[in-house]
């Protein structure tokens, strides 16, 4: 099995899911979220979504009638393009607010008395503290653009999490691993 475990929310014990649920609501260093730079994204989705309905809504409209459309639906869907585009239109913007809302709040990286965790909705990339060997830390200084740090755990088994996160994170990812090396040496 491999150690950097790909899970869901669900997976985790009630415990673990608790603290993780905590740090992700919480307003300290433990969670760096990088949800805004997905919404963009998720919000041009929609956007084009309900413009695509209402084109074709309004093309509908004004070819058929709404009265019309309603009757002869069937019939309709052979002969023009704009029911499906409408259709089409409405489950692409179902489904990207669906995704948004899944999502909200719950994207970026997350560090617990347990793991360091990559949140991704309701999937998760965890790596356990007690299974890291080995802590790559990169800062990374750009001129046009701020400032961040690359973080790799590898873990014992070769595996590896890759994190993009600020300083602050990244020394509290360190300090957590070396507590759980010192309790394991410890314990040993």
């Given at each position: 099995m491999k150690q950097v475990e790909r899970t869901m929310w669900s997976n985790l014990s009630e415990p673990e899911r608790a603290e993780l649920l905590e740090v992700v609501r919480g307003k300290d260093d433990?969670?760096?979220?990088?949800?805004?730079?997905?919404?963009?994204?998720?919000?041009?989705?929609?956007?084009?979504?309900?413009?695509?309905?209402?084109?074709?809504?309004?093309?509908?409209?004004?070819?058929?009638?709404?009265?019309?459309?309603?009757?002869?639906?069937p019939r309709l869907l052979w002969e023009s393009i704009y029911p499906p585009g409408f259709i089409a239109s409405a489950v692409v913007t179902v489904w990207i607010a669906v995704t948004w809302i899944r999502n909200h709040k719950r994207r970026g990286v997350a560090v617990t008395s347990f793991a360091t965790i990559r949140v991704k909705g309701r999937k998760l990339i965890l790596l356990r503290h007690a299974h890291v060997a080995d802590v790559k830390r990169t800062l990374w200084v750009g001129r046009n653009r701020p400032n961040y740090t690359e973080l790799e755990l590898h873990a014992k088994?070769?595996?590896?999490?890759?994190?993009?996160?600020?300083?602050?994170?990244?020394?509290?990812?360190?300090?957590?691993?070396?507590?759980v090396r010192g309790e394991t040496a410890n314990a040993a």
């Open positions: 433990r969670y760096v979220s990088d949800y805004l730079d997905a919404v963009a994204f998720w919000l041009l989705g929609v956007i084009a979504g309900v413009a695509g309905m209402v084109a074709t809504g309004v093309m509908l409209e004004g070819d058929f009638g709404f009265d019309v459309f309603a009757q002869n639906l088994d070769g595996s590896k999490l890759g994190l993009y996160c600020t300083g602050n994170f990244a020394n509290i990812v360190q300090e957590r691993i070396g507590a």
